[in-house]
C-alpha cells in the first residue's frame, strides 16, 4: 500500500510539474511512501495456546505402548498429547521412566470441526519486544515452539513424585512437524518416573503452543507459568495444587506488566539449547558448562581480547598436525588455531547469538565448519562433532570428554584455554627417622574425588589431601638406608581461574563383582575455601575462594545413561527490578529443554542419595547425581570474573 501510494504521488509530481520545481513534490511522496511502508510492517500481535487435557489411564497399558489426550485446536492445526505411561520403548521403558510427546494430528480439512475436538484459550500479545521469530520465517506453518508440563496429580495422588524430585516439564524453542526435517512427534523420553503414575487412573497436564523461537519465561509472562512451575511444592500435598491450578491463568495487571517488561529486555544472559544428534548428551553438557564460565567464553569468541591475553601458547611444531578427538578430520587452516578451537568458536557464536567476528591476523570471519545454527533458542552442534571426529551414535564419559577437548583446542592455537584449569599439586614423602623428605610436582586440570563414604565436598577434599601412612608390610625403602615407616600425602600447590572437579561415582560393587553407579549423598557448597587443602608455603595471590558455575549431572549406570547440566548467569543491574533482591540465576539445561531453577533446585537434585547407606541405597542407578562440577574463582573483592 505504501509503495503504491508513493508511486502514484511521484507519478502526480511528474504530470504537473517538471525540472527543478518537480524535486520537493517527489521528497514528499517519498516520505509518505516510506511512513506508510513502515506503519504497514508493524509488527503483529502472536498468539499462545493454552490447553489443560486429561489423560485416561487404562490399567492393563504396557511397556511401549500409548495413550493420548482429547484433540484440540491451535493454529488451524490438530494437536494432542501423547503420553507412554509405562515408558516409550528402548531406554525408558526399560529404566522406569514415562515419556511425554506433543504430536500433529493434521490440518483443519483432516477432521474439521469434529465432535471431541477442544479449542486452546488463546492470549495474545504484541511481537515487537519478544525474541521470537515471525510466522513467514518459519517456512512450514507446523513449525512451533511448546512446552507440557504436569498440571497437577491425578485421583488419588498425595503430590505427585516426591523424593526431590523436579516436577515433569519438557520446554522445545522450535520443531517442524511434519516437516522435510521434522517428526510428527516431539518431547520427552524422560518424562517422570513411573512409580508417580502408580495407582492413578488419569493424569492432568497443561500444553502451551506458539511461534517458534519463544522463550520459556516468555510463555510465562503472557500466561502465567503452570501450577507445578509457580512455587507449589507437590510435597505440600493435593490442596495446595489443587488451589494453585484453579487460580486464573492470567496474573494481575502490574505483576504482568512486570513480567512482559523482563522478556523484553531479555532477562539477561540464558542459555540456548543444544540438539542431541544421537548419544551427544555427553557433549552438550559440558559445552553448556564451559560456555558458562566467562573468561572461556570470552577468550575463546575474542582471542584478541585481555581474557585471552595471559594464554599465549607455543605455536610450533604442533601448528599443522590435526587435533581431532578421535583421530580424522583436516589439518588446521593457519598455525595460529587449531581445528578444535575453530569449531567450538563457530559453536560458541551460535550460543551467543552473535555474529563471528575474524580471528587476529584475518581479515574476513570465516566458519570452519564447527557451528550448525538452529531455529529459535536452540543449536544444532552437528559440524562441531564432525570437526572433532565424534561418532554420535557412541556414548562418552563426560570426564574424558573435556579433558580431550581442552587438549585438543590447546595443540597449535595461540590462545591455550587449557592454562584457566591447569593447577599444580605437591606431593611429598617423608621418612623422619632416615631424614628423608622427598617432593613431586604434577600438573592437573581436574581433580578426581571419592564419593563413597564422603557426605560432602569438604569431607572428601580432606580424604584427598589426607595423610597416607606407609608401615608395614608396606614401608618405604629410603635408597642405600632400608624400609622406613613414612608419611605420603598431596597438598594444592597452585590454584587454576576454573576448577573442575570430579565426582568418583563409579565404583566395584562387591555384591555383583563388578562396577556400579555410586549415588551415595555428597553436598557441595555454593562458596568454596580452598585454603585448607593448599601444600606449605603454598602461595594463592589471586585468592582461594570459589564459586560454583556449573554441574553436570549423570542419570543412569555404568554402561548406559543420561547427561544434562546446571548453570549459572549472573544477573545483569537492568534485569532486577527494585523490590527484587540481585542474584544469580540457574538454569537447567538438558540438551534443548532450558528451564530456570534456583540453586536449591540445584542442590537437590544432583546431591544424590538413594535411600539408606546399603547397596540398594547406594547402587540405585536411577538416581540423579552430581558428575561433574565447576567452580571459578573470585576475586579479592569477593565476586567472580563475570565479564561478558
Request: proline share 6%; net charge neutral; hydrophobic share 40%.
Amino acid at each position: 500500500l505504501g509503495f503504491g501510494l508513493g508511486l502514484w504521488a511521484w507519478a502526480w509530481a511528474w504530470a504537473s510539474a517538471g525540472g527543478g520545481a518537480m524535486a520537493r513534490p517527489t521528497l514528499l511522496s517519498v516520505l509518505v511512501a516510506l511512513l506508510l511502508l513502515l506503519s504497514s510492517s508493524s509488527s503483529a500481535p502472536f498468539q499462545i495456546g493454552v490447553a489443560d487435557v486429561t489423560v485416561r489411564l487404562p490399567t492393563s497399558v504396557k511397556a511401549g505402548e500409548p495413550v493420548y489426550s482429547p484433540a484440540f485446536k491451535f493454529n488451524q492445526t490438530l494437536w494432542r498429547l501423547q503420553l507412554f505411561p509405562k515408558g516409550a520403548p528402548g531406554y525408558a521403558a526399560r529404566h522406569g521412566y514415562w515419556s511425554c510427546y506433543l504430536e500433529r494430528v493434521g490440518g483443519e480439512d483432516a477432521a474439521g470441526d469434529a465432535a471431541g475436538v477442544a479449542k486452546c484459550r488463546v492470549y495474545s500479545a504484541e511481537a515487537a519486544g519478544f525474541r521470537s521469530r515471525a510466522s513467514s520465517d518459519a517456512g512450514a506453518g507446523d513449525e512451533i515452539s511448546f512446552d507440557i508440563a504436569l498440571r497437577r496429580p491425578g485421583k488419588g495422588s498425595s503430590g505427585g513424585g516426591g523424593g526431590g524430585e523436579t516436577d515433569p516439564h519438557y520446554f522445545c524453542s522450535a520443531h517442524s512437524f511434519g516437516g522435510p526435517t521434522g517428526a510428527a512427534a516431539k518431547g520427552a523420553l524422560i518424562f517422570g518416573r513411573q512409580s508417580a503414575l502408580d495407582g492413578q487412573s488419569e493424569v492432568f497436564l497443561r500444553a502451551r503452543l506458539g511461534p517458534p523461537g519463544l522463550r520459556l519465561d516468555t510463555y510465562d509472562a503472557i500466561v502465567g507459568a503452570p501450577p507445578p512451575l509457580a512455587g507449589v511444592n507437590p510435597a505440600q500435598g493435593l490442596p495446595a495444587l489443587l488451589q494453585a491450578a484453579g487460580e486464573a491463568a492470567m496474573r494481575p495487571v502490574q505483576a504482568l506488566q512486570r513480567a512482559i517488561a523482563k522478556a523484553r529486555r531479555g532477562l539477561g544472559p540464558r542459555p540456548r539449547g543444544l540438539r542431541n544428534l544421537c548419544n551427544t548428551c555427553y557433549m552438550n553438557s559440558v559445552l553448556q558448562g564451559l560456555y558458562a564460565v566467562p573468561t572461556f567464553r570470552e577468550a575463546l569468541l575474542e582471542p584478541g581480547s585481555a581474557a585471552a591475553a595471559s594464554l599465549g601458547a607455543d605455536t610450533g611444531a604442533d601448528a599443522d598436525e590435526d587435533v581431532g578427538i578421535e583421530g580424522g578430520g583436516a589439518n588446521v587452516a593457519t598455525p595460529k588455531f587449531s581445528n578444535a578451537f575453530r569449531a567450538l568458536r563457530d559453536t560458541f557464536f551460535d550460543m551467543s547469538g552473535r555474529a563471528p567476528t575474524p580471528l587476529p591476523g584475518e581479515q574476513f570471519a570465516r566458519r570452519s565448519g564447527g557451528g550448525g545454527g538452529g531455529k529459535g533458542r536452540s543449536v544444532d552442534p552437528t559440524p562441531l562433532a564432525r570437526r572433532l571426529g565424534i561418532d554420535a551414535r557412541v556414548q562418552q564419559d563426560a570426564q574424558e570428554f573435556v579433558r580431550l577437548l581442552v587438549e585438543a583446542m590447546g595443540r597449535g592455537s595461540a590462545v591455550d584455554l587449557g592454562q584457566l584449569f591447569a593447577g599444580q599439586m605437591r606431593t611429598t614423602i617423608r621418612a623422619p627417622e632416615a631424614g628423608f623428605e622427598k617432593h613431586r610436582l604434577e600438573a592437573f586440570k581436574d581433580v578426581s574425588l571419592d564419593v563413597r563414604g564422603m557426605s560432602s565436598l569438604g569431607k572428601a577434599l580432606e580424604a584427598y589431601t589426607s595423610v597416607d601412612v606407609l608401615d608395614g608390610d608396606n614401608k618405604y625403602r629410603v635408597t642405600d638406608k632400608g624400609y622406613f615407616r613414612a608419611e605420603r600425602f598431596s597438598r594444592f600447590l597452585t590454584l587454576p581461574p576454573v576448577l573442575q572437579i570430579h565426582l568418583k561415582r563409579f565404583a566395584f560393587d562387591p555384591k555383583t563383582f563388578g562396577m556400579a553407579k555410586v549415588t551415595d549423598r555428597l553436598a557441595f557448597p555454593k562458596r568454596l575455601d580452598m585454603a585448607p587443602y593448599l601444600a606449605d608455603g603454598a602461595e594463592a595471590p589471586e585468592g582461594t575462594d570459589y564459586e560454583l558455575q556449573s554441574v553436570v549431572i549423570h542419570v543412569g549406570g555404568v554402561d548406559s545413561g543420561h547427561y544434562y547440566a546446571f548453570v549459572r548467569a549472573p544477573a545483569a543491574a537492568a534485569d532486577v527490578d527494585e523490590e527484587e533482591e540481585e542474584e544469580d540465576r540457574w538454569f537447567r539445561v538438558d540438551d534443548e529443554d532450558v528451564r530456570p531453577v534456583t540453586l536449591e533446585d540445584v542442590q537437590r537434585e544432583a546431591f544424590g542419595g538413594g535411600g539408606g547407606g546399603g547397596a540398594g541405597g547406594r547402587f540405585k542407578w536411577t538416581t540423579p547425581t552430581a558428575y561433574l562440577l565447576q567452580y571459578t574463582r573470585l576475586d579479592r573483592g569477593g565476586d567472580a570474573d563475570e565479564s561478558n
